[in-house]
Structures are given as structure tokens and as C-alpha cells.
């Protein structure tokens, strides 16, 4: 059984997928997670580039969930979740992704954070979408 935290986190998380697709994200997985490596909530594919010179860009998605009423405040306290040590997870994580399905080299990829705000009674009030929000690969 799940913990009211945990489904208060997948509600987030789907809140986030839904919103991915709704921006033309294609969702490649979900909760790809590996020993001593770490998580990542969602991977994605997004084309990117000009109408004749479109590119893949694959997305892994880092989903931070919050309560609260959508103001700054509470969004930047969602932020302030994905610390060094979290972005240095990613990261790794991220690259053993790449390896693991044996993505080419070549295949641009991005860290991006979606912060969601969700309301005591766990409805939807906020998304921030932080794209390429980790780096320093």
C-alpha cells in the first residue's frame, strides 16, 4: 500500500505528464530508477530546431511536488528541492539512462524540473516547467 506521500507524489507526477503531452512532449518512460544511481520521474522526446532541421531532444524530467496556493514562495520552496547533491544524481542517473538503452552519443539531451503546486485537497493549482534546469555535465 502507498503512503499518503507517495500518492501525493504520483498525483504530481501525473499532473506532470499530462502537461508534457499537452506541450508536445512524447513520454518515453516513467520512474527509471537504478541502485546506487537514483531516479528519474520522467523521460520524454521533444523535437526542437527549425521546420526542415527538427531534432530529438530527449528530456529527462526531474517532478518536484508541493502543497500550497501557487505563490512564488511556495514554488521556489519546491525548487529549492533539487540541491547540488540531487542535481549530481540526476545527472549520473541521466548517463547511465543514455548507456543503459544505448542512446548514440551524439543525441541531445537536457535536465528539466517541473515544480507542481497542488492544493490540500490535491487538486491541480500551479505547473512550472524549468527547462534545462540542471547542467554541468
Known amino acids: 500500500m502507498k503512503t499518503n506521500k507517495r500518492q501525493f507524489g504520483d498525483k504530481g507526477e501525473e499532473a506532470a505528464v499530462n502537461f508534457l ?3 508536445g512532449y512524447k513520454i518515453i518512460e516513467r520512474n527509471y530508477a537504478r ?8 523521460v520524454a522526446a521533444k523535437m526542437e ?38 542535481q549530481q544524481r540526476l545527472i549520473r542517473t541521466a548517463k547511465i539512462y543514455l548507456i543503459d538503452k544505448k542512446i548514440p552519443a551524439s543525441t541531445p539531451w537536457r535536465i528539466d524540473v517541473i ?10 493549482v500551479k505547473i512550472e516547467h524549468l527547462e534545462n534546469a540542471v547542467w554541468g555535465r
Open 115 to 124: 515544480l507542481v503546486v497542488l492544493s490540500l485537497g490535491g487538486d491541480l
Open 49 to 86: 530546431g527549425l521546420i526542415f532541421a527538427k531534432t530529438a531532444v530527449l528530456v529527462f524530467a526531474e517532478v518536484k511536488t508541493i502543497k500550497g496556493g501557487g505563490t512564488d514562495l511556495t514554488v521556489a520552496l519546491a525548487a529549492q528541492n533539487v540541491h547540488y547533491y540531487k
Open 35 to 42: 541502485p546506487k544511481y537514483g531516479e528519474i520521474d520522467i
Open 21 to 23: 503531452r499537452e506541450k
